[in-house]
């Protein structure tokens, strides 16, 4: 079992940028898939961007429309989430999430095995 720690989030203004970290333990594979999701107050849970922990194409969810960029550093068994031009709409936990092999989509349906325990981002308006 893999476990995911996030760290990262805060408060910021519209425009403004933050990353997201999230250092894992525990089982980690070349193949596992390794990404982020986000769940807004009274929304439901939303696919943000998954990669293979190997290296390969990441995956994004259709809102992020080039303002937000996943990598990883596996000398460091942490992958981040770079997010710019942030909007108030993009307020929300983020969570980091893991599973031990590579799903490869469609990526709403992706259910991971782990979870981290989320770290908030509030963007003001």
């Known amino acids: 079992q893999v476990q995911l720690v996030e760290s990262g989030g805060g408060l910021v203004q519209a425009g403004g940028s933050l990353r997201l970290s999230c250092a894992a333990s525990?089982?980690?594979?070349?193949?596992?898939?390794m990404g982020w999701f986000r769940q807004a107050p009274g929304k439901e849970r939303e696919f943000v961007a998954a990669?293979?922990?190997?290296?390969?194409?990441?995956y994004y969810g259709d809102f992020v429309k080039g303002r937000f960029t996943m990598s990883r550093d596996n000398a460091k068994n942490t992958v981040y989430l770079q997010m710019n031009s942030l909007k108030p709409e993009d307020t929300a936990v983020y969570y980091c999430a893991a599973t031990t092999a590579w799903y490869g989509g469609p990526w709403n349906s992706w259910d991971p095995d782990a979870w981290g325990q989320g770290t908030l981002v509030t963007v003001s308006s």
């Open positions: 990669t293979r922990w190997s290296g390969g194409s990441t």
């Open positions: 525990g089982r980690t594979f070349s193949q596992s898939t």
